[in-house]
């Protein structure tokens, strides 16, 4: 699919801005390029300090939930943490329970099945809880939805504190003013209700836990620095659940990274051996795409309660034991993802669904906890929303992935007559609906999609334009202190025009990598450019433009010339070191 390049311009004085903020010229305009544009919120971007974090207290019902809390605890009332089975949903209850723990609560925790109870608090659950005794209910990452659960736990007697991070539910009247929702508990925490001052609302579960653990430990005196363990585990939740890696987040992620470099945690030590990265440094990638899977395998395989138990153990034999289920449990997801979503792709590539600007496809054979990963799959390959449903216990029930120009959250409200259930974000969501209401919601939800065909095309955002001949280690170490990139702040992407070429190699055993030696001009340097697994896409745009005897423009590029978006980086090899760019997008100047 042809992308859209797109150069980031501002009108901000680039060069007193850096000077104010003691960072250079193109640090700056990367920074305002994530929307930070003053002294202060750049020095605290880069100094991503612990002593930066806001004051638990100021989040709308923290006094009040905390100072009951701390009553129950006292009183020796017994406690449930109910979380969720996600890694942002085992993060939250590792952190809770174990927070209240240190302050002495009669605390257990649990964690719903996610095929036969579902997200969120299930009604049944409830009253199995109250018959086991439990008097509080503590969620985390979950339940500001949860109306009728709530109200149950109430009439029967129970205390209910929700701490949650989604949107809240809302009636809208016919001019479109809107009436927000919230479950009748205890006490309500989530910074996205507009009665609440927080000063950052995008928390994930794990970020608001560990903010929580944080007012408790103020309430019982314990010293703030055994939060430290906590915020390991926050890390791993923020990343996961890929909110905007800015403000809080940022520095609840960076931490973390450095801490989980040398974890002393017992069941993160065994993962990471287990997986084979126990010597890396770690970054969002190793905790994205390798310790976040493992995680998210239990909960979409088995039962979560799996990951919380290895997150919390200290017996080191019934660790790694642990550390191995998650690992094969996470194989065994992956074979089943690619073979699903390539089923997904095939059913849409051969059929009008192709032509569909929001994706709708019901497919009763996806195992329920792999169909918001499908649904990620397929997003990815067409670039346009897509909800991916499958066989629910009672009704169809599924996940769903948006881009960046589709509130999915705002377009399910529309259609919420068709829907059962439903919850989530701007770019994700869940639902379960009646089997016959499919495909009324497919047809629904393209009726009303206002998308444009520009507003589906890729788009690439340049960051800055660059000569090649500026690029030296200096400026990437530079650059690795914007680190840790994700959603929010991205990986800085550099350009640049009209680059001659003076070899093209194919490399790899299953010939998958590209390498182009790239001339600097004007001091008759050059220097090597990596693109991985777009080789195919390569030798399709150069055989475009040169017909059949495009491969003697391979074998001898001369005169070629290529625009090209990249990141510089070292390359480290055989003890040598050398700096390459990563190319991420090509096309012919």
Known sequence: ???????????????????????????????????????????????????????????????????????????????????????????????????????????EYYVPDREHEGYGINSDRIRKLNVEGFQVILT?????????QVKLAKELGMKIIITDHHELQFDEDDEGIRTFKLPPADAVINPKQKTCNYPFRDLCGAGIALKFVQALYIKFEINKGNLKEFLEIAGIGTICD??????????????????????????????????????????????????????????????????????????????KELAKILYELNKKRQEMTNENAEQVI??????????????????????????????????????????????????????????????????????????????????????????????KLRKKLNRICKLTDEDIKPKVRI???????????????????????????????????????????????????LKIKCVMPGVNKTIDGICFNRVDEFMEMVKDKFGEDYMNYIENPKGLKLDLIFSPQINEYNGRKSIQLKILEFKFS
């Open 140 to 148: 985390c990452d979950n339940g500001i939805a949860a109306m009728q």
């Open 463 to 513: 960051d800055q334009r660059m000569m090649l001949s500026k690029i030296n280690y200096e400026m990437i170490y530079e650059l690795e202190l914007l680190e840790p990139f994700g959603k929010g702040n991205s990986s800085p992407l550099l350009a640049e025009k009209n680059i001659p070429i003076l070899k093209i190699d194919i490399l790899g055993k299953n010939a998958n990598t």
């Open 346 to 439: 095939e059913i849409i590539q051969n059929s009008t669904l192709k032509n569909d600007k929001v994706l709708v496809i019901y497919k009763d054979t996806i195992h329920e906890s792999i169909a918001g990963i499908v649904a990620g799959r397929v997003r990815e390959m067409f670039n346009v929303p897509t909800i991916i449903l499958t066989k629910g216990k009672e009704n169809p029930k599924g996940s769903a992935r948006s881009i960046k120009e589709y509130n999915l959250f705002e377009e399910l409200i529309k259609c919420s007559e068709l829907l059962l259930k439903f919850g989530g974000h701007p770019m994700a969501a869940g639902l379960s609906i009646k089997e016959e209401n499919i495909d």
């Open 1 to 107: 699919m042809e992308k859209t390049w797109l150069l980031r311009n501002t009108s901000k004085d680039i060069k007193s801005l850096a000077k104010a903020s003691g960072v250079s010229e193109l640090i700056a305009k990367i920074i305002i390029n994530r929307g930070l544009d003053n002294p202060i919120d750049i020095k605290k971007f880069m100094r991503s300090s612990i002593e930066d974090l806001y004051d638990p207290f100021l989040m709308k019902d923290m006094e009040k939930a905390t100072s009951l809390i701390k009553l129950f605890i006292e009183k020796k009332e017994k406690i449930v943490v109910y979380g969720d089975y996600d890694a942002d949903g085992v993060t939250s209850t590792v952190i809770m329970y174990k927070g209240l723990k240190q302050c002495g609560a009669n605390v």
């Open 242 to 319: 890929v909110v905007d890696l800015v403000d809080e987040n940022r520095i609840i992620a960076k931490n973390a990274l450095k801490m989980l470099t040398n974890t002393k945690n017992l069941g993160l030590k065994c993962l990471k051996e287990m997986i084979g990265i126990n010597d890396k440094e770690m970054k969002c990638y190793h905790v994205g795409f390798q310790i976040g899977p493992c995680i998210n395998a239990t909960g979409r395989l088995k039962s979560a309660a799996i990951s919380v138990e290895l997150l919390l153990c200290e017996e080191e034999n019934r660790a």
